[in-house]
C-alpha cells in the first residue's frame, strides 16, 4: 500500500514538474543586413537587438561577403539589402540570392525611390521595397511583415510602382480567376500577409494557402511577388 503510494507521489510530482517548466521560446526571425555604411548598418543592427522576436545573425558590409556566408551559417530568414553597394550590386546579389538561399525574403533597403530600381527589384524577386527614411519601428515591423508572408513597401514606393505598371501595362489579359481568389489577389497587392488576409475574410489559413497556390498556378507565377506585379501590371483592380 505504501509502496503505490509512493509511486503516486512520484507520478504526480513528476507531472508537476511538466507543468512547471517554463513554455519554449519561440524561434526567433534571423535577418541578415548587407549595407556598407556603417554608421547605419550598426544602428539598424542595434535596434534589431532590443527587439525580442527576431536577432541579426550576419551584418555584412558587401554582397560578395554575404553570398560567401551563405554556405557557412545557419540560413536567413531575411536580408535586408542595400542596392549601391561596394563591388557587386544589390540588385545584381538579390538573384544570387535568390538562387542560393530562396528561403530568405529580401527587402531592399535603400536611399533611392526611383521607379526603374524599384521595377528591377520587384522583377529579381524583392518581397518588399523601403527607404532609409523609415522610422526603426517601422523596420521592425516590415521584418516580421515579410516573415510571416506580407510585402512591405512605404507608401511612396507603393505608389510609384503602381504607377510604373500602369505605364507599362499592355491590353489586359484574360484570367479565370474566381471572385474568391481576385479578393485576395487584391489584399496581396495591399501587402497583407497570409494569416492577416484570412482574418480580413474571415477563412482559415489552410483555405487561403488553397486560394494562392491556385492563383500563381493560373497567373503562371511562382510566389507572391511574381503575382503581385503580374496583377499591377494587368491592371486587374
Same mark, same amino acid.
Given at each position: %500500500? !505504501? %509502496?503505490? !503510494? @509512493?509511486?503516486?507521489?512520484?507520478?504526480?510530482?513528476?507531472?508537476?514538474?511538466?507543468?512547471?517548466?517554463?513554455?519554449?521560446?519561440? $524561434?526567433?526571425?534571423?535577418?541578415?543586413?548587407? $549595407?556598407?555604411?556603417?554608421?547605419?548598418?550598426? *544602428?539598424?543592427?542595434?535596434?534589431?537587438?532590443?527587439?525580442?522576436?527576431?536577432?541579426?545573425? !550576419?551584418?555584412?558590409?558587401?554582397?560578395?561577403?554575404?553570398?560567401?556566408?551563405?554556405?557557412?551559417?545557419?540560413?536567413?530568414?531575411?536580408?535586408?539589402?542595400?542596392?549601391?553597394?561596394?563591388?557587386?550590386?544589390?540588385?545584381?546579389?538579390?538573384?544570387?540570392?535568390?538562387?542560393?538561399?530562396?528561403? *530568405?525574403?529580401?527587402?531592399?533597403? &535603400?536611399?533611392?525611390?526611383?521607379?526603374?530600381?524599384?521595377?528591377?527589384?520587384?522583377? +529579381? @524577386? +524583392?518581397?518588399?521595397?523601403?527607404?532609409?527614411?523609415?522610422?526603426? #519601428?517601422?523596420?521592425?515591423?516590415?521584418?516580421? #511583415?515579410?516573415?510571416? @508572408? !506580407?510585402?512591405? %513597401?512605404?507608401?511612396?514606393?507603393?505608389?510609384?510602382?503602381?504607377?510604373?505598371?500602369?505605364?507599362?501595362? @499592355?491590353?489586359?489579359?484574360?484570367?479565370?480567376?474566381?471572385?474568391?481568389?481576385?479578393?485576395?489577389?487584391?489584399?496581396?497587392?495591399?501587402?497583407?500577409? &497570409?494569416?492577416?488576409? +484570412?482574418?480580413?475574410? $474571415?477563412?482559415?489559413?489552410?483555405?487561403?494557402?488553397?486560394?494562392?497556390?491556385?492563383?500563381?498556378?493560373?497567373?503562371?507565377?511562382?510566389?507572391?511577388?511574381?503575382?503581385?506585379?503580374?496583377?499591377?501590371? #494587368?491592371? %486587374?483592380?
Amino acid at each position: %500500500m !505504501g %509502496m503505490k !503510494g @509512493g509511486r503516486m507521489h512520484t507520478a504526480a510530482m513528476k507531472s508537476s514538474d511538466k507543468s512547471q517548466r517554463p513554455p519554449r521560446e519561440k $524561434e526567433k526571425i534571423r535577418v541578415w543586413l548587407v $549595407e556598407d555604411n556603417r554608421t547605419f548598418r550598426q *544602428a539598424l543592427a542595434r535596434v534589431m537587438a532590443r527587439a525580442t522576436d527576431m536577432e541579426c545573425t !550576419g551584418s555584412f558590409t558587401s554582397s560578395e561577403d554575404a553570398i560567401e556566408a551563405i554556405p557557412k551559417r545557419d540560413p536567413p530568414d531575411v536580408i535586408l539589402l542595400d542596392v549601391n553597394l561596394p563591388g557587386m550590386s544589390g540588385l545584381d546579389a538579390l538573384k544570387v540570392f535568390k538562387s542560393h538561399a530562396p528561403q *530568405a525574403a529580401v527587402v531592399i533597403l &535603400t536611399m533611392f525611390d526611383d521607379q526603374e530600381k524599384i521595377y528591377q527589384s520587384v522583377s +529579381a @524577386g +524583392a518581397s518588399g521595397y523601403l527607404l532609409k527614411t523609415a522610422t526603426p #519601428d517601422s523596420i521592425l515591423g516590415s521584418i516580421r #511583415d515579410v516573415h510571416a @508572408g !506580407g510585402a512591405p %513597401m512605404n507608401p511612396k514606393v507603393a505608389r510609384a510602382v503602381m504607377d510604373m505598371f500602369a505605364k507599362m501595362a @499592355g491590353p489586359r489579359e484574360e484570367n479565370n480567376l474566381t471572385d474568391r481568389e481576385r479578393d485576395v489577389l487584391k489584399l496581396m497587392t495591399e501587402g497583407l500577409a &497570409t494569416k492577416q488576409i +484570412a482574418s480580413r475574410l $474571415e477563412l482559415s489559413y489552410h483555405t487561403i494557402d488553397t486560394h494562392l497556390r491556385n492563383i500563381y498556378a493560373k497567373l503562371h507565377v511562382h510566389n507572391r511577388s511574381e503575382a503581385v506585379a503580374r496583377a499591377l501590371r #494587368d491592371r %486587374m483592380f
